[in-house]
């Protein structure tokens, strides 16, 4: 379902407080993006223009799919039909800006946290100044590419979000079951192999204010937002900052419906999934990508397969519905381990449970990953050429027989769901009945169903 962009929303917001005059093109529903955007650049004449990009591809190595190369047409046209400087930003510049610079021909790209560094870049360039010494921003000179790399230090700890309806059609998005995204920090200090988190938000937690975050969730639910996911890297670490945020959003009693897909199983037990109950959370996800302690290991996670048996005992217990994220494919993967994680899904996941099977895991520039995968001779391409998705699948394994098992397990369970079963054509309408229905998200709680009713209809589901 389609995600609000509240990384565009923020430096959007951020950019007309410090006196500029802005608009959004929210291209995401637009049948025809091109010409949508040569009809704004009719209407108005910018100075400059920013891309805000979130995903590189859609990470599915199956059917991969990738986004950057929509980007080629967008700065041709800005090019084409104005004098505009071309900023590039957004959570995908982050992982890979020398590729990206390189592969567009963007004038600037945005590193950090892009509320603070658009603005001041901004300033630079409209009064003629040269912003090279600006932090957190990159670009390419005499064909090479060059960075002020910064993790910005925001003004204060309070917890931001935009006024959604300022600048893009909320109600398109509600109508398509989409949650209102919120973060309670940035940074992240686990170290997983294949993650990016770190290279996006820093290494170190910056927390934000828990009465802060509950103020944002009160002052948006006054504009009419019900449904809130916080997409915090893991939501309960630091347990405590989680705990408190629970607690603060239980009592204002308003009915709010939330979610959280990133919980680390290592901080789950009885008093915090109560917490959240207690807080209006209607849907949970657990990423534990693994129940094998070799994969796990190898993957770097940090925790080990007996924390997931006690995670799934402890939800057990409790009405709330799971997520349960794996990813199929890791370092160390082999026939067995694949076997025991299956094994784990099918013994200890509730009927009313969910869980999704990812399988390879998309390699990043940077990460330990990367080489990983160059040790064991499995890429040589060159950091330009991984803007096209590259995967690893542990070579002790084969991908036909790890695609074969999974899909049997798929088949068998009904609550089971892969790559496959998100990427249906049809998904957005089902999210747009659904919507009308009365149905609220999270709709994948209603997997199940869904997929039964799928069948019935004769859909391959």
Not at 118 to 131: Q, Y
Not at 207 to 212: G, V
Not at 330 to 337: L, N
């Amino acid at each position: 379902m389609p995600v609000m962009p509240i990384g565009a929303c923020m430096v959007a917001e951020a950019a007309e407080m410090a006196g500029h005059n802005v608009k959004v093109l929210d291209l995401i529903f637009e049948r025809h993006p091109l010409r949508a955007l040569e009809f704004e650049l009719t209407r108005d004449t910018p100075d400059i223009v920013g891309l805000s990009i979130r995903n590189i591809d859609n990470n599915d190595m199956e059917t991969p799919v990738a986004f950057f190369k929509d980007l080629i047409p967008l700065v041709d046209t800005i090019h084409r039909m104005s004098q505009a400087t071309v900023v590039l930003g957004g959570s995908a510049v982050n992982l890979m800006p020398e590729e990206l610079l390189f592969y567009t021909g963007a004038d600037w790209a945005i590193l950090g946290d892009g509320e603070v560094v658009f603005p001041k870049l901004l300033e630079k360039l409209l009064s003629g100044e040269t912003p090279k010494h600006i932090p957190g921003i990159a670009w390419i000179e005499d064909n090479d590419f060059r960075k002020n790399p910064c993790f910005s230090s925001r003004i204060s700890d309070d917890c931001f979000a935009p006024n959604f309806h300022r600048w893009i059609d909320v109600q398109a998005y509600k109508l398509r079951l989409s949650t209102v995204p919120i973060q309670t920090k940035l940074g992240c200090h686990f170290k997983c192999v294949y993650c990016t988190y770190r290279k996006i938000e820093g290494s170190n937690y910056r927390l934000f204010d828990s009465e802060s975050v509950v103020d944002t969730v009160k002052r948006l639910v006054s504009r009419g937002l019900w449904d809130f996911e916080f997409v915090d890297n893991v939501f309960n670490s630091p347990y405590e900052h989680a705990m408190t945020i629970c607690e603060g959003l239980a009592r204002i009693g308003h009915g709010v419906r939330l979610q959280s897909l990133m919980l680390n199983p290592l901080f789950i037990d009885n008093d915090l999934i109560a917490a959240m109950e207690q807080a209006g959370f209607t849907g949970i996800g657990i990423t534990v990508e693994s129940a094998s302690d070799n994969v796990l290991k190898g993957l770097r996670k940090g925790f080990t397969a007996k924390d997931v048996c006690k995670a799934a005992y402890v939800i057990k217990h409790h009405k709330l519905p799971c997520l349960w994220l794996f990813m199929l494919g890791g370092p160390g993967e082999t026939k067995a381990t694949v076997r025991e994680t299956l094994r784990f899904a099918e013994s200890f996941i509730r009927p009313i449970d969910v869980a999704f099977f990812n399988i390879g895991i998309r390699v990043y520039p940077g990460t330990e990953l990367e080489s990983i995968a160059r040790k064991q001779g499995l890429l040589s391409l060159s950091s330009r050429e991984m803007l096209d998705p590259v995967f690893y699948v542990s070579p002790e394994i084969e991908f036909d027989w790890l695609i074969k098992q999974t899909k049997n397990s798929v088949n068998t369970h009904m609550n089971f769901i892969n790559s496959n079963s998100i990427s249906l054509p049809f998904l957005p309408t089902i999210n747009r009945l659904g919507y009308r229905l009365g149905i609220r998200p999270p709709l994948w709680k209603h997997t199940r169903f869904v997929r039964r009713g799928l069948r019935v209809l004769g859909f391959d589901s």
